[in-house]
């Protein structure tokens, strides 16, 4: 049977080590109680150019057969063609994506067809080019196609030229580092008007890379804009230290 002296000595033992445990556990409280962090945004933008431009033409032309539909659309291509050539593209700058046929004397309708405007071919021609300025210019000029007797479709194909921006990655670098320095600028600036300092990271988002155009147009088209705005936004978590 243990004596007083050990169930006392036991009976210490075990205080110490409740309390040794109370002591770890406030310990860790206190630390929970003390993790603060400071979430911040960082915003990098470049105004740029675009450097590659598509033009889809499309036209059309009627007959009342198909040999003769057909001869004025190779008519019409050759004018296209032509007007193309004489504002600078090459032939390797544009190429015939599609013609389509139609016999509207076989729809449900074709009782009101008119006979000489039976076949309907209806073309596609894209131009494609670096030379994004040219482009546009030439684009601007389909006044002399219509003068040649070019008849364009009447649809949203026709909505001119589109301008895309291909060399982000050559900018990517450079602007995640400006974003992430802007963003650790919010931190400090947040830090110091709470009395405390920026510590590490805790974790960062890149978020998306965006290309808009320079210019907010309100019901118009982006991509009808050569200039462009590449935006990059950083979101950092920070810990903040006392």
Not at 73 to 78: H, K
Not at 169 to 193: H, I, P, S, V
């Amino acid at each position: 049977m243990p004596s007083l002296a050990n169930i006392i000595a036991g009976g210490l033992i075990g205080l110490g080590v409740a309390s040794g445990g109370f002591l770890a556990g406030e310990g860790l409280v206190k630390s929970r109680l003390g993790f603060r962090t400071v979430t911040v945004k960082g915003l990098a933008e470049r105004e740029v150019k675009a450097d590659l431009g598509f033009w889809p033409v499309r036209f059309v032309a009627t007959g009342a057969s198909l040999e003769e539909s057909r001869a004025r659309l190779e008519t019409s291509e050759t004018a296209v063609k032509g007007f193309l050539a004489a504002q600078g593209f090459d032939a390797q700058s544009f190429q015939v994506q599609n013609i389509q046929v139609e016999d509207r004397a076989a729809g449900y309708n074709s009782g009101g067809v008119p006979p000489e405007s039976r076949f309907v071919l209806t073309e596609d021609l894209l131009v494609k080019s670096t030379e994004v300025d040219k482009l546009a210019s030439a684009s601007r000029m389909v006044g002399d196609l219509l003068k040649a007797g070019v008849v364009f479709s009447a649809d949203a194909y026709n909505a001119g030229p589109s301008f895309i921006f291909t060399r982000v990655n050559d900018l990517k670098g450079e602007m995640l580092t400006e974003a992430t320095g802007r963003a650790k600028e919010a931190a400090q600036k947040f830090a110091a008007e709470s009395g405390a300092r920026v510590g590490d990271i805790q974790n960062a988002n890149q978020g998306l890379i965006e290309i808009k155009p320079a210019v907010e147009i309100p019901n118009d088209r982006p991509e009808k804009q050569i200039m462009k705005t590449v935006r990059v936004v950083t979101t950092i978590t920070y810990f903040l230290n006392d």
